[in-house]
């Protein structure tokens, strides 16, 4: 069938006169640009003006080498019939702006599902395909046809983790999104930003990430830094984690999507049990204190709070309490192992006060010096010096500045000395004990890397657990011989390469190096390793794709295609791309076993030397071949089928 474009008026030319006329089987022609309008839908948002201009010129030199895929959507008084865009809004703007008057196109009649479908997978083939406008498709596609993520990722041929990552995109606030589009964020960055649920905080952060003091940060950075600042560990809140009723509304932090371990495809480089909504956990440990406050005062426990906690609390920055008051804690430097008062008095303790931080949402049990100094004395310990007199005179803190100034001039000189003193001395068993423990202390806590070191030498997180972590780490390290040491340090400097950013961009790809020239120095065969696991990959998701099938010859009672069948046309929902052709698609064959070296020295001598050898065996799952149009006649493109298509 073909369409009447016959003129009607000079301004618009009626197309059809009647959507009735309209067949379910795809037609081609050339129609009014006045006829067409954009889509709503059309996942594709942003149309570079030079672009568009280079293709404005090529199509007034050449014409328009792909038709555009229009439905038919409504038929006015006069009887014109208007389309929408499906597919090709790019190539109809260019058109506009190269003077046309008219544009190719293939017509359909379409629901609204299937050109939302069409859309979205038409535009996962463009290279210059932004992840904001893949992520809106996914979500407006998941919306209108009610798909889950595992449905989608089928259409769409992604993995389920891929779908939800994308997704989270759409989380990005209106101005994090335009720094996105500005090219300040990448993929990965953009979503380390969209985890945090705040969107002033992601403002903050996307801030923080592209204007920091060097620059751009790296995707491995960034993770650092939002890790650092806006993720919190709950099992250092003050709270119950598990309690729902502390704030009703928020309920319990173990079922909230907000905490990373709810969450595992979008959060699965960082530790289970982190809160990614640090207002709610300031809300929560606000509410807790209230709590902590009225329980307290029931039970005839005095709290101080207001202007006399101000005083003997002045400074925020110090735990030094005044009044005559000390945490219960807080360490005791007097003790050489270092430990709280609370630890050394146990169960002993006198009467204790709660004292409400007039810094921070926090509750401290103090006690008064003068009630424990005899339980230290019989314990065999003094108390710290200073204990329970801090106060904000300026003249103490003088004197503080005035010995701090003396004491870095002396570093400072000391320092200076010991450079040009230790010149020609090889580093001993000493500073490389001292190099590993700094090494150990600069990688990032509760990272898969560090976990990974600590399993390779056979610790825990009890290993070095609070209190005393530092002497606790210093025993483990010097109990290592030499060998051990150095494996340590070596371990440190490689653990920077095991991070992984899983939805990286294949421009912002970064190879292991480190790890790799370790590896050639050892001699260990990293190439051999990739392509195990590379393998095992990819025989996993074949067996999946084949069970897939399976079923769903089940369910629809087909009989799967026997290997050396023939054709089938690709649907419209197929996430794959395809090439349409009248030939038959070639059958799927194992590529059959190729010495390399022999296969390689035969290729070289019949081959020209500027012409790359080419290994003469069938690939696997061969791409159809594209037949050749008839002459005039613009050759449809995927996912649009020819068998219909009308010759002129």
Known sequence: MTIDITARAPEIDPVIKTLEHMENQPSFGDIPIACTQPSKTNPRKIFATDKLDDLAASIKQLGVAQPILVRPIRTDGAGVTWFEIVAGERRWRASKLAGKTTVPAIVRKLTDIEALEIQVIENLQRQDLHPLE?????????????????????KVGKSKAYIYASLKLCALNEKVRKMFYDGLLTKSTALLVARIPIPAMQEAAAKEISTGYRG???????????????????????????????VPAA??????????????????DVNADVCTDPGCFKSKTAAHVIKIKQLATANGQTVISGAEAKKIMPHSYSSELGGGYVSLDSINYNDSKR???????????????LLESPHAAEIKEIVKVADIKDLLKEKGVGISAGAGKANDSRDREKEQEAKAKVERAYRTELFTEIHHASLMMNLVDEDLRLLARIMYNNLPSNTIPTKLVMSLHGWTDDTFAYPDREGKLSTAINALSPAELNQ??????????????VYTSYSEKDEPNRLLAMAARTKIDAKSIKKRFTDEAKAKADAKKKAAAQKAAKVTGAKLPAPAAATSTPALSAPAKATPSTKPKAPAKPAPKVKPKAAATKAAETKPATSPAKPAVTPPAAEPTTATPAPNVPAAAWPFPTSSQPKF
Not at 339 to 353: E, M, N
């Open 339 to 353: 430990r709280t008062y609370r630890q050394l008095i146990g169960k002993d303790a006198a009467q204790t006060v």
């Open 251 to 268: 309920g319990a932090c173990t079922t909230c999507p907000k905490r990373s371990g709810n969450q595992p495809e979008i959060y699965s």
């Open 488 to 501: 340590l340090i070596r371990d440190c400097m490689l653990s920077h390469d095991m991070h992984v950013n």
């Open 134 to 154: 893949e992520a809106e498709g996914y979500e407006v596609l998941m919306e209108e046809a009610g798909y889950n993520g595992e449905t989608m990722a089928e």
């Open 216 to 246: 751009v940060m790296s995707a491995r950075d960034a993770f650092q830094h939002i890790e650092n600042n806006y993720m919190l560990k709950l099992k250092k809140a003050e709270f119950k984690p598990s309690d729902a009723d502390l």
